[in-house]
């Protein structure tokens, strides 16, 4: 008998990411009580609020992006082991901090150290999301038995775009290029040029 | 092999427009500690939400109608394909605003300029909801076979209805008329009118 | 076709419930920053919030009994009708109320008046429940072709029980008796004096 | 008929589980705005914070373990009686106390009363989970049919040991040994070392 059954873990983690990112809205700063009182006040307070806007819907599209790629992992996987199943409450808790870690965005011009959290958090995510994958192709009794080898490398390939991207945020910082948010987004243009069509015959 | 299973994208929008729609209660201004000491104070206080609160119910409303909207297109659909899910992962991404947009809902009366966020909101909705059901039915394959061509365009009317509504609100503040909260409301009343039962043949 | 599946009604129910479940326990008043540094202190905070913790209790059991009074209705259904989704939706609204207005329990003793609140969101919880059942049952094609009619009327009997409590609770206050947060819990003896096992039969 | 569907109960328990484990990210000390301008100020903030988010993972982590105990059970089980769902409502209840109880927990060092409050919410958790197991193995018609008497025994005794834990803690704290955070991550080295496997040949 299996662990849990897996339309479970597939509800949790439906949860965790829907409401991480409604949650992560309120990061976003909202005016002091009585502080905009004309137009052109609530026109300041916009223009001060706008980098942090950006900031929320570049995190929304990343955890939408890991979030795609659970379920494009899950869709090819028959069951779960205890140990899939602890690398996901893992990868489940580094996307909880997500809000956390994306709250110090907004400062990251004055104090680029405050960069290092959503840094790091990128990392163990990319890192846990390569780790459960690997795991899976090596328990065959998880997967799909329909799951072809082209198919399995191609995801694997896929899962290892955020990784490099998170590597080279690192080198960058080390390099001291500093920190570039837009790093981030990479994968959008990484996936959709190279993976846009998935491998030839499993489509 | 499907992106990812049908079920999992509909909890997903499950989960977030949940989420939301709790959410925004919380927009609802609660009174300084210590403020409320006798009945009077309590029936002022009432006084100074009650325009919040009917702004809340209205957008619950509005969500809500969203919410249908969507399940009425995904009950037509047989698959989705990656086109699909990123634009409705942007559609999640406005619904996600709501809470925050809709917060300055009340400020209406002295800052007109902050109604252009709601305003824009519910356009940015509107446009992606009829975006994502023009992509479905011209990819035949992610429809229903069943689906018959006569409700394929009732429904595609029906999600016509918020977009014009929305249009109508920037055409009202251009022309000076100012901005009309009870606008948003309009859908329920033309929707109540004109497509109440469905297509001929197709209910 | 039906207007959306049974199973995602079923879904944003279980989603905003379990939303305002959790959320309600923010109602609770947590001590200020450095005002515990002592035992002694820590222990006076605890006194003062264990009234509130007891009402967030009650409230909790409170939408528990409503969510199962829902589920046990849904279950008994084949299909929902448009009106039937509007009644939900606008009980749906009603459930997302209860976190603001569960917040003035703790304000009883002072202002009276505070009561109103969540007085008239139970009366309106209520009532939406007898209503959305009333319809369900006087449309036939909605329901369970294997329901039988005790079994039927035996659950309008069982969602009558706290509509019953809510005009006791105006009529105390009419007459003077004053509010009394325990009425609250009336339902849970009577569900459990009266309707413990079902109705003859249909068990 | 079953009072409600099996399915229902997991998705509002999965719901809970995932909010809750989300909203606890909130117990994290944000940073008073305007107090971090320097590289400096923000490794200072960190610092005062390191305990904080630690106490958050091993929360984060109870919980996870109590939601993996609950749908080892629920797997095993066939349908609910009102007496067992009662109880899982009390069950979540107790849940949603975590990210309350759980705030106290950084005050530990100078407040050892705080501890209390965790301690007894960690207490009621492991008793309603050894209750409602030990509900279901006498009333044998909740159970899936093809369950073996090893593997419901390997449950209990596996369910027992967060009761162990937590009586093992209000003995170190009557002994005068103290509060031992850690002593509440001890179920994971025990259920690694001893419950591994699965019962022999029921695995």
Redesign the interface.
Known sequence: ?????KV?L???T????????????RN?T?PVAGS????T???LYLVSVILEIIDF?GA??IL?MF??FY??M???MKTFD?RF?YLH?LS??IV??V??TQ?FAS?SD?????NI?FQVNYLALSLVLVWQWHHARTHIELLEPALEET?ASFLAKKFLVPLGVAVLGVAFIWAGIGYIDILYLAPFVVLGLFF?SGPVK??
Do not use: C, K
């Not at 439906?14 to 809205?25: D, E, H, P, Q, R």
């Not at 004055?110 to 405050?114: G, Y």
């Open positions: 008998m299996d662990p849990i059954s479970n597939e509800r949790i439906n949860g965790i990411y829907a409401f991480t990112m409604t949650l992560m809205v976003i909202t905009i009182t004309t137009d006040s609530f026109v819907a929304f599209l939408g979030w795609l379920f494009q899950f869709h090819r205890f199943i409450l489940l808790m909880v901090f809000p956390f709250s400062m004055e104090v680029p150290a405050s959290l198919e846009r499993a489509g």
